[in-house]
């Protein structure tokens, strides 16, 4: 087998995505916006901004997904778009740096929850972790189906427990109308907090792309690709609201600001000692199912790229009975392993995650450039509210891009420092491709 399968329906797409932006940020970042905001009222609507700044960006990838449904997503459009050194820097920042990084990240969460049920050493938590990335590589290198399954599952089962925590919060005694105040800040939310809280947001719904770099998998990607881009856009947003509405209604703006794990505490408010392993045992399935959708869409990009010969070949060939990028997916497990081991993945997603914004900004101008370049591509799907969607996205990409950049100037000058390096390799692989 030479060519991947398209075998992913809507429900696979949309739980690819929404599995992979749920995943341990609701759990932890409502304490840093309540910080920022301590009033029920600026909290609510930094998360409703917040959803449609990402919404603005869903929809405009969603009319690159389907016109360039292939493996590889960003990758492919902005080297449609931009030219192939900036799909290769997009594909070499990803692929080499972020997603492994943020694997390590996930399964080390994952890991340190898996402790509050067995007593777990430091080593223990690195040893668990690597565990959990070699298991979830293998589940995806059997087949695409045996990890969407597990996809479909998690994700499914990380929505029920959260929306559970939402109904206990409502319904047992803890909670209370009289927690929601403040409801307003007196003389309103300043720009300054107002701004750390929305970073703070977006980066909780990062993961709407996640369904295009497994774009040569779908089934009528035209439709599908954008429908479950917006979908799960469209639900993360919704949970994330009523979830964090049922911390404030629990714990109030001023303990959830104290508080470093917010649903830990709302739970065990309502729920007692039970609460505590309950909100353990979710947070272990939000990273597991994130992690799972991270793995099995992110070895697509360097496989993407191989086909190029723009990385080794062996990442290009697929299994020849069980048509998935095998050598792809244990190379990246292979890297993400050892930076959980090493610890390195923590200076690596403070260096260069802010570049992921970077590339998502020329991803929605390339929405734009490519209506005028390539005015005869077949778009199934059109950005709605265009041009004004892409304009609006691109100038909160560029708020938050820069507004990382003054708070961590050293870190984001390093980050920087790191993608540009991405060029030596680029033209290593462009000599010999074109030899």
Same mark, same amino acid.
């Given at each position: 087998m030479t060519e991947l399968r398209r075998t992913?329906?809507?429900?696979?797409?949309?739980?690819?995505? !929404?599995?992979?932006?749920?995943?341990?940020?609701? =759990?932890?970042?409502?304490?840093?916006?309540a910080q920022a905001l301590p009033a029920t009222g600026p909290i609510v609507l930094v998360w409703i901004v917040g959803a449609a700044v990402s919404l603005?960006?869903? +929809?405009? !990838? $969603?009319?690159?997904?389907?016109?360039?449904?292939? %493996?590889?997503? /960003? =990758?492919?459009?902005?080297?449609?778009?931009?030219?192939?050194?900036?799909?290769?820097? @997009?594909?070499?920042?990803?692929?080499?740096?972020?997603?492994? %990084?943020?694997?390590?990240?996930?399964?080390?969460?994952?890991?340190?929850?898996?402790?509050?049920?067995?007593?777990?050493?430091?080593?223990?938590?690195?040893?668990?972790?690597?565990?959990?990335?070699?298991? !979830?590589? %293998?589940?995806?290198?059997?087949?695409?189906?045996?990890?969407?399954?597990?996809?479909?599952?998690?994700?499914? /089962?990380?929505?029920a427990l959260l929306v559970g925590l939402v109904a206990v919060a409502f319904a047992l005694p803890g909670g209370g109308l009289g927690n929601l105040r403040p409801l307003w800040i007196h003389g309103g939310p300043g720009m300054?907090?107002?701004?750390? $809280?929305?970073?703070?947001?977006?980066?909780?719904?990062?993961?709407?792309?996640?369904?295009?770099?497994?774009?040569?998998?779908?089934?009528?990607?035209?439709?599908?690709?954008?429908?479950?881009?917006? +979908?799960a856009t469209l639900l993360a947003a919704a949970l994330y609201l009523v979830v964090t509405l049922a911390f404030l209604y629990v714990l109030s703006p001023a303990a959830t600001a104290a508080s470093a794990l917010p649903a830990s505490d709302a739970a065990q408010a309502t729920l007692g000692p039970l609460g505590a392993g309950l909100v353990a045992a979710a947070i272990m399935v939000s990273a597991f199912g994130a992690n799972n959708g991270i793995i099995l869409t992110s070895a697509r990009i360097p496989?993407?790229?191989?086909?190029?010969?723009?990385?080794?070949?062996?990442?290009?060939?697929?299994?020849?009975?069980?048509?998935?990028?095998?050598?792809?997916?244990?190379?990246q497990g292979v890297v993400a392993s050892a930076l959980t081991?090493?610890?390195? @993945?923590?200076? +690596?997603?403070? @260096?260069?995650? =802010?570049?992921?914004?970077?590339?998502?900004?020329?991803? $929605?101008?390339?929405?734009?450039? !490519?209506?005028?370049?390539?005015?005869?591509?077949?778009?199934?799907?059109?950005?709605w509210g265009y041009p004004v969607t892409p304009v609006v996205f691109t100038l909160f990409a560029i708020a938050l891009v820069t507004a990382t950049v003054v708070e961590t100037p050293r870190e984001a000058l390093v980050g920087m420092v790191l993608i540009l390096a991405g060029l030596v390799p680029y033209r290593f692989w462009s000599r010999r491709a074109a030899a």
């Open positions: 992913l329906g809507l429900l696979d797409a949309t739980t690819i995505n !929404l599995g992979t932006i749920i995943a341990t940020g609701i =759990f932890i970042v409502p304490a840093t916006i603005l960006g869903a +929809l405009c !990838l $969603a009319e690159l997904g389907a016109a360039y449904p292939a %493996a590889g997503g /960003l =990758f492919v459009y902005l080297r449609e778009a931009w030219g192939p050194a900036w799909g290769y820097l @997009y594909g070499w920042t990803t692929a080499i740096v972020i997603n492994p %990084a943020a694997i390590a990240a996930i399964a080390v969460g994952f890991a340190t929850y898996a402790g509050f049920f067995l007593p777990l050493s430091p080593w223990g938590i690195k040893a668990v972790a690597v565990a959990s990335i070699a298991t !979830l590589t %293998a589940l995806n290198c059997v087949g695409i189906r045996a990890g969407v399954v597990t996809q479909n599952v998690l994700t499914i /089962l990380k929505a300054a907090g107002f701004a750390l $809280a929305t970073v703070a947001v977006l980066w909780t719904f990062d993961g709407w792309i996640e369904i295009t770099y497994v774009g040569g998998e779908v089934r009528d990607p035209g439709r599908v690709v954008p429908r479950s881009i917006i +979908l496989f993407a790229m191989a086909r190029e010969g723009r990385f080794f070949r062996s990442v290009g060939t697929l299994h020849p009975r069980r048509g998935t990028p095998v050598i792809s997916l244990v190379q081991l090493t610890g390195t @993945y923590d200076q +690596l997603i403070t @260096y260069v995650v =802010f570049a992921s914004w970077i590339f998502y900004a020329m991803g $929605a101008l390339a929405v734009m450039r !490519l209506r005028r370049s390539a005015p005869g591509l077949d778009r199934p799907y059109r950005t």
